[in-house]
Protein backbone atom coordinates (compact mmCIF):
# COMPACT_ATOMS: atom_id res chain seq x y z
CA UNK A 1 0.00 0.00 0.00
CA UNK A 2 1.03 3.58 -1.08
CA UNK A 3 -0.09 6.70 -0.46
CA UNK A 4 -1.16 9.28 -3.18
CA UNK A 5 -0.96 12.97 -3.09
CA UNK A 6 -2.58 14.91 -5.70
CA UNK A 7 -2.13 18.49 -6.25
CA UNK A 8 -5.07 20.29 -7.28
CA UNK A 9 -6.39 23.62 -9.01
CA UNK A 10 -9.09 26.35 -8.36
CA UNK A 11 -11.58 23.95 -9.78
CA UNK A 12 -10.89 20.74 -7.83
CA UNK A 13 -9.06 19.15 -10.76
CA UNK A 14 -5.91 17.62 -10.67
CA UNK A 15 -3.10 19.00 -11.82
CA UNK A 16 -0.22 16.79 -10.39
CA UNK A 17 0.19 13.54 -9.01
CA UNK A 18 2.89 11.78 -6.75
CA UNK A 19 3.02 8.29 -4.91
CA UNK A 20 4.85 7.39 -1.81
CA UNK A 21 6.25 4.69 -1.23
CA UNK A 22 8.89 5.19 1.25
CA UNK A 23 8.98 6.37 5.08
CA UNK A 24 9.05 9.79 4.50
CA UNK A 25 7.44 12.44 1.99
CA UNK A 26 8.28 16.09 1.94
CA UNK A 27 6.35 19.13 0.91
CA UNK A 28 7.78 22.69 0.62
CA UNK A 29 9.11 25.36 -1.76
CA UNK A 30 12.95 24.19 -1.15
CA UNK A 31 14.27 22.10 -4.45
CA UNK A 32 15.34 19.23 -1.40
CA UNK A 33 11.42 18.61 -1.41
CA UNK A 34 9.87 15.47 -3.10
CA UNK A 35 7.15 17.77 -3.82
CA UNK A 36 7.94 21.34 -4.91
CA UNK A 37 5.14 24.07 -4.29
CA UNK A 38 4.97 26.83 -6.39
CA UNK A 39 3.62 28.58 -3.97
CA UNK A 40 5.15 32.16 -2.38
CA UNK A 41 3.07 31.42 0.81
CA UNK A 42 4.94 28.12 1.84
CA UNK A 43 7.64 28.09 3.92
CA UNK A 44 10.83 26.11 2.27
CA UNK A 45 9.88 23.03 4.39
CA UNK A 46 6.39 23.22 5.17
CA UNK A 47 5.01 19.49 6.11
CA UNK A 48 6.14 16.28 6.35
CA UNK A 49 4.17 12.76 5.44
CA UNK A 50 5.63 9.96 7.52
CA UNK A 51 4.60 6.25 7.71
CA UNK A 52 4.64 5.06 11.33
CA UNK A 53 5.09 1.41 12.76
CA UNK A 54 1.19 0.71 12.88
CA UNK A 55 1.11 1.07 9.10
CA UNK A 56 -0.58 4.39 9.21
CA UNK A 57 0.63 7.57 7.60
CA UNK A 58 0.75 10.97 9.58
CA UNK A 59 0.83 14.19 8.39
CA UNK A 60 2.78 17.05 10.82
CA UNK A 61 3.41 20.51 9.55
CA UNK A 62 6.63 21.80 10.16
CA UNK A 63 6.33 25.40 12.07
CA UNK A 64 5.31 26.90 8.97
CA UNK A 65 4.07 30.40 8.64
CA UNK A 66 0.78 29.98 7.22
CA UNK A 67 0.26 26.86 9.02
CA UNK A 68 -0.97 23.49 7.23
CA UNK A 69 -5.32 23.19 7.25
CA UNK A 70 -7.72 20.41 6.93
CA UNK A 71 -10.03 21.57 4.88
CA UNK A 72 -12.64 18.43 5.35
CA UNK A 73 -12.70 14.96 3.51
CA UNK A 74 -14.15 14.44 0.47
CA UNK A 75 -15.56 10.91 1.28
CA UNK A 76 -16.63 11.21 5.14
CA UNK A 77 -18.60 14.94 5.84
CA UNK A 78 -17.99 14.47 9.80
CA UNK A 79 -14.79 15.33 8.96
CA UNK A 80 -14.28 18.99 10.46
CA UNK A 81 -11.92 21.73 9.11
CA UNK A 82 -9.12 22.98 11.38
CA UNK A 83 -5.65 23.51 11.70
CA UNK A 84 -2.85 20.79 11.82
CA UNK A 85 0.32 20.66 13.73
CA UNK A 86 -0.16 16.32 13.69
CA UNK A 87 -3.02 14.25 12.21
CA UNK A 88 -3.57 10.39 11.42
CA UNK A 89 -4.27 10.80 7.63
CA UNK A 90 -7.49 8.99 6.11
CA UNK A 91 -8.10 8.28 2.80
CA UNK A 92 -9.49 11.38 0.52
CA UNK A 93 -8.25 14.06 3.19
CA UNK A 94 -8.24 17.25 2.09
CA UNK A 95 -5.31 19.50 3.23
CA UNK A 96 -3.96 23.21 2.44
CA UNK A 97 -0.33 24.82 2.47
CA UNK A 98 -0.30 27.91 1.88
CA UNK A 99 -2.68 28.42 -0.54
CA UNK A 100 -2.25 24.91 -2.78
CA UNK A 101 -4.69 22.13 -2.21
CA UNK A 102 -3.83 18.51 -1.96
CA UNK A 103 -6.05 15.70 -1.46
CA UNK A 104 -4.27 12.57 0.31
CA UNK A 105 -5.50 9.20 -0.83
CA UNK A 106 -5.02 5.48 -0.46
CA UNK A 107 -3.58 4.06 -3.49
CA UNK A 108 -5.61 0.98 -2.49
CA UNK A 109 -8.80 3.44 -2.79
CA UNK A 110 -11.58 2.29 -5.34
CA UNK A 111 -11.82 4.42 -8.59
CA UNK A 112 -14.86 5.54 -10.67
CA UNK A 113 -14.93 3.21 -13.77
CA UNK A 114 -13.78 5.13 -16.95
CA UNK A 115 -15.84 7.24 -18.76
CA UNK A 116 -16.85 6.53 -22.29
CA UNK A 117 -15.53 9.01 -24.54
CA UNK A 118 -18.35 11.01 -26.32
CA UNK A 119 -18.63 9.94 -30.56
CA UNK A 120 -18.13 13.68 -31.20
CA UNK A 121 -14.67 13.76 -29.81
CA UNK A 122 -12.83 13.02 -33.16
CA UNK A 123 -15.13 15.73 -33.98
CA UNK A 124 -14.51 18.14 -31.67
CA UNK A 125 -10.71 16.83 -32.37
CA UNK A 126 -10.69 17.67 -35.82
CA UNK A 127 -12.40 21.40 -35.10
CA UNK A 128 -9.63 22.24 -32.64
CA UNK A 129 -6.85 22.96 -35.73
CA UNK A 130 -6.25 26.65 -35.74
CA UNK A 131 -6.15 26.30 -39.61
CA UNK A 132 -9.40 24.67 -39.80
CA UNK A 133 -11.87 27.17 -37.77
CA UNK A 134 -10.01 30.48 -39.73
CA UNK A 135 -10.84 28.71 -42.94
CA UNK A 136 -14.63 28.20 -41.91
CA UNK A 137 -14.76 31.67 -40.35
CA UNK A 138 -13.38 33.39 -43.95
CA UNK A 139 -15.96 31.16 -45.83
CA UNK A 140 -18.82 32.79 -43.36
CA UNK A 141 -17.33 36.03 -44.23
CA UNK A 142 -17.46 35.39 -48.13
CA UNK A 143 -20.60 33.50 -48.10
CA UNK A 144 -22.22 36.03 -46.38
CA UNK A 145 -20.82 38.79 -48.88
CA UNK A 146 -21.35 37.28 -51.76
CA UNK A 147 -25.38 36.57 -51.13
CA UNK A 148 -25.39 39.99 -50.09
CA UNK A 149 -24.12 41.09 -53.63
CA UNK A 150 -26.42 38.83 -55.66
CA UNK A 151 -29.33 40.52 -53.79
CA UNK A 152 -28.31 43.64 -53.58
CA UNK A 153 -30.60 45.97 -55.85
CA UNK A 154 -28.67 49.37 -55.75
CA UNK A 155 -24.84 50.35 -56.21
CA UNK A 156 -23.00 48.14 -53.83
CA UNK A 157 -21.12 50.46 -51.72
CA UNK A 158 -17.75 49.48 -49.66
CA UNK A 159 -18.59 50.66 -46.60
CA UNK A 160 -21.80 47.75 -46.78
CA UNK A 161 -19.60 45.24 -47.31
CA UNK A 162 -17.06 46.35 -44.26
CA UNK A 163 -20.02 46.52 -41.82
CA UNK A 164 -21.37 43.42 -43.00
CA UNK A 165 -17.58 41.64 -43.12
CA UNK A 166 -17.01 43.31 -39.48
CA UNK A 167 -20.34 42.21 -38.28
CA UNK A 168 -20.18 38.37 -38.97
CA UNK A 169 -16.17 37.68 -38.71
CA UNK A 170 -16.59 39.78 -34.91
CA UNK A 171 -19.75 38.23 -33.64
CA UNK A 172 -18.42 35.30 -34.43
CA UNK A 173 -15.37 35.58 -32.58
CA UNK A 174 -17.03 37.16 -29.62
CA UNK A 175 -19.27 34.12 -29.11
CA UNK A 176 -15.94 31.79 -29.55
CA UNK A 177 -14.20 34.14 -26.94
CA UNK A 178 -16.71 34.06 -24.30
CA UNK A 179 -17.25 30.38 -24.75
CA UNK A 180 -13.36 30.02 -24.10
CA UNK A 181 -13.28 32.28 -21.37
CA UNK A 182 -16.06 29.94 -19.51
CA UNK A 183 -13.84 26.70 -20.56
CA UNK A 184 -10.83 28.77 -19.15
CA UNK A 185 -12.50 29.42 -15.45
CA UNK A 186 -14.19 26.17 -15.03
CA UNK A 187 -12.38 23.60 -16.82
CA UNK A 188 -9.29 25.46 -17.60
CA UNK A 189 -9.51 24.42 -21.00
CA UNK A 190 -10.29 27.20 -23.54
CA UNK A 191 -11.00 25.29 -26.76
CA UNK A 192 -10.93 28.59 -28.70
CA UNK A 193 -11.01 27.22 -31.76
CA UNK A 194 -13.46 24.42 -31.29
CA UNK A 195 -15.95 27.01 -30.40
CA UNK A 196 -15.04 28.79 -33.33
CA UNK A 197 -15.60 26.27 -35.91
CA UNK A 198 -18.68 25.70 -34.28
CA UNK A 199 -20.08 28.87 -34.58
CA UNK A 200 -18.77 29.61 -38.27
CA UNK A 201 -20.55 25.98 -38.96
CA UNK A 202 -24.05 26.96 -37.30
CA UNK A 203 -23.67 30.45 -38.62
CA UNK A 204 -23.02 29.21 -42.68
CA UNK A 205 -26.06 26.11 -41.95
CA UNK A 206 -28.22 29.49 -41.43
CA UNK A 207 -27.11 31.39 -43.94
CA UNK A 208 -27.39 28.85 -46.36
CA UNK A 209 -30.91 28.28 -45.21
CA UNK A 210 -31.70 31.99 -45.59
CA UNK A 211 -30.81 31.94 -48.88
CA UNK A 212 -32.47 29.02 -50.05
CA UNK A 213 -36.02 30.73 -47.79
CA UNK A 214 -35.68 33.52 -50.42
CA UNK A 215 -35.49 31.25 -53.08
CA UNK A 216 -38.71 29.64 -51.83
CA UNK A 217 -40.72 32.75 -51.22
CA UNK A 218 -39.82 34.48 -55.06
CA UNK A 219 -41.43 31.06 -56.41
CA UNK A 220 -44.22 30.59 -54.24
CA UNK A 221 -44.41 33.56 -52.01
CA UNK A 222 -44.83 31.56 -48.64
CA UNK A 223 -45.42 34.75 -46.48
CA UNK A 224 -45.61 34.09 -43.13
CA UNK A 225 -44.99 30.62 -43.56
CA UNK A 226 -41.56 31.31 -44.14
CA UNK A 227 -40.85 33.23 -40.31
CA UNK A 228 -42.32 29.62 -38.96
CA UNK A 229 -40.14 27.89 -40.95
CA UNK A 230 -37.09 30.48 -39.94
CA UNK A 231 -38.21 29.10 -36.18
CA UNK A 232 -37.99 25.90 -36.94
CA UNK A 233 -34.27 26.03 -38.57
CA UNK A 234 -33.09 28.11 -35.28
CA UNK A 235 -34.77 26.02 -33.15
CA UNK A 236 -31.99 22.63 -34.31
CA UNK A 237 -29.08 24.88 -35.01
CA UNK A 238 -28.97 27.01 -31.92
CA UNK A 239 -29.82 23.72 -29.22
CA UNK A 240 -26.92 21.33 -31.18
CA UNK A 241 -24.25 24.81 -30.94
CA UNK A 242 -25.37 25.33 -27.31
CA UNK A 243 -24.94 21.97 -26.28
CA UNK A 244 -21.53 21.87 -27.66
CA UNK A 245 -20.73 24.45 -25.79
CA UNK A 246 -22.24 23.17 -22.53
CA UNK A 247 -19.91 20.01 -23.41
CA UNK A 248 -16.83 21.90 -24.36
CA UNK A 249 -16.44 24.70 -21.34
CA UNK A 250 -18.58 23.42 -18.59
CA UNK A 251 -18.81 20.82 -16.08
CA UNK A 252 -22.44 19.81 -16.10
CA UNK A 253 -23.99 16.32 -16.30
CA UNK A 254 -25.47 15.04 -19.11
CA UNK A 255 -28.79 15.90 -18.00
CA UNK A 256 -28.06 19.41 -16.98
CA UNK A 257 -26.15 19.58 -20.22
CA UNK A 258 -29.87 18.76 -22.68
CA UNK A 259 -31.95 20.96 -19.99
CA UNK A 260 -29.44 24.22 -21.05
CA UNK A 261 -29.24 23.46 -24.27
CA UNK A 262 -33.36 23.11 -25.26
CA UNK A 263 -34.84 25.33 -22.49
CA UNK A 264 -32.55 28.64 -23.02
CA UNK A 265 -33.30 28.66 -26.55
CA UNK A 266 -36.53 26.97 -27.12
CA UNK A 267 -37.57 29.51 -24.79
CA UNK A 268 -36.76 32.64 -25.93
CA UNK A 269 -37.45 31.56 -29.55
CA UNK A 270 -40.96 30.51 -28.04
CA UNK A 271 -41.78 33.97 -27.10
CA UNK A 272 -40.75 35.30 -30.38
CA UNK A 273 -43.05 32.72 -32.15
CA UNK A 274 -45.96 33.23 -29.89
CA UNK A 275 -45.59 36.93 -31.33
CA UNK A 276 -45.52 35.99 -34.88
CA UNK A 277 -48.82 33.60 -34.68
CA UNK A 278 -50.37 36.20 -33.01
CA UNK A 279 -49.95 39.11 -35.25
CA UNK A 280 -50.73 36.72 -38.45
CA UNK A 281 -54.92 37.76 -38.29
CA UNK A 282 -53.89 41.59 -38.36
CA UNK A 283 -54.65 43.04 -41.23
CA UNK A 284 -52.02 44.69 -43.47
CA UNK A 285 -52.64 46.74 -46.74
CA UNK A 286 -49.34 45.86 -47.72
CA UNK A 287 -49.77 42.45 -49.87
CA UNK A 288 -47.75 39.37 -49.08
CA UNK A 289 -45.13 39.32 -52.14
CA UNK A 290 -41.69 38.76 -52.53
CA UNK A 291 -39.76 41.62 -53.24
CA UNK A 292 -36.30 39.70 -53.87
CA UNK A 293 -34.19 40.14 -56.37
CA UNK A 294 -33.56 36.76 -58.59
CA UNK A 295 -32.30 35.94 -62.15
CA UNK A 296 -34.81 34.01 -64.51
CA UNK A 297 -32.86 30.35 -63.66
CA UNK A 298 -33.98 30.08 -59.92
CA UNK A 299 -37.47 30.39 -61.21
CA UNK A 300 -38.72 27.30 -60.60
CA UNK A 301 -42.23 27.35 -61.72
CA UNK A 302 -43.45 28.61 -65.22
CA UNK A 303 -44.40 31.97 -65.00
CA UNK A 304 -47.98 33.55 -65.75
CA UNK A 305 -48.15 35.97 -68.62
CA UNK A 306 -50.18 39.09 -67.81
CA UNK A 307 -53.28 39.09 -69.51
CA UNK A 308 -53.79 35.91 -67.96
CA UNK A 309 -52.81 36.77 -64.35
CA UNK A 310 -55.19 40.12 -65.03
CA UNK A 311 -57.93 38.12 -66.17
CA UNK A 312 -58.01 35.95 -63.33
CA UNK A 313 -57.36 38.45 -60.58
CA UNK A 314 -61.00 39.35 -59.90
CA UNK A 315 -61.93 36.05 -59.20
CA UNK A 316 -58.74 36.41 -56.01
CA UNK A 317 -59.37 39.35 -54.72
CA UNK A 318 -62.41 40.75 -55.80
CA UNK A 319 -65.13 40.83 -52.71
CA UNK A 320 -68.65 39.94 -53.99
CA UNK A 321 -70.02 43.09 -52.74
CA UNK A 322 -73.16 43.70 -54.61
CA UNK A 323 -74.36 40.15 -54.14
CA UNK A 324 -74.02 40.48 -50.42
CA UNK A 325 -76.12 44.43 -50.90
CA UNK A 326 -78.79 42.60 -52.65
CA UNK A 327 -79.58 39.99 -49.85
CA UNK A 328 -79.39 42.94 -47.56
CA UNK A 329 -81.73 44.85 -49.49
CA UNK A 330 -84.40 41.87 -49.82
CA UNK A 331 -84.11 41.18 -45.72
CA UNK A 332 -84.73 45.26 -45.61
CA UNK A 333 -87.76 44.91 -47.70
CA UNK A 334 -89.42 42.03 -46.18
CA UNK A 335 -88.47 43.24 -42.88
CA UNK A 336 -90.49 46.67 -43.81
CA UNK A 337 -93.44 44.46 -45.13
CA UNK A 338 -94.37 42.82 -41.61
CA UNK A 339 -94.18 46.05 -39.74
CA UNK A 340 -96.63 47.96 -42.46
CA UNK A 341 -99.01 45.21 -43.10
CA UNK A 342 -102.48 45.69 -41.28
CA UNK A 343 -103.76 43.22 -39.08
CA UNK A 344 -106.87 41.09 -40.07
CA UNK A 345 -110.21 43.45 -40.36
CA UNK A 346 -108.18 46.39 -39.44
CA UNK A 347 -108.75 47.72 -42.71
CA UNK A 348 -111.79 46.44 -44.19
CA UNK A 349 -114.57 49.03 -45.23
CA UNK A 350 -118.56 48.62 -46.10
CA UNK A 351 -120.47 51.13 -48.22
CA UNK A 352 -124.46 51.57 -47.66
CA UNK A 353 -126.73 53.00 -50.28
CA UNK A 354 -128.73 56.45 -49.90
Known amino acids: MALIIEELNRANRVQARYRMDGDRFTLGRGYDNDLILEDMHADAHHAEIRLAEDGCYYLRDLDSVNGTQLLGNARDKSIKSGDVSERMIESDD ?122 LNYNFALGNLVQLLDFVVLALILPAMLWCACYLATNLSRGWRWAVALVLPWGFLGLGL ?81
Not at 107 to 118: C, F, K, N, Q, R
Not at 148 to 170: D, H, K, M, P, Q
Not at 281 to 303: G, H, V
Open 94 to 215: LVQCGKTHLRLINSEAAIPEAVPLHSLESFFGNLSRPAGAIGLLLTVALTTLVISYLGYARNYEWTVAVNLLSGSVIGLLVYAGAWAFIGRVVRHETNFFTHLSIAAIGALIYTGWDWFSTL
Open 274 to 354: AETIGGMDDFSDIPEISTELKYDDLLLRKPVPMEQFIASSPALFDIPIEKKKEEKAEKKADKDADTTAPEDGAGDTTETES
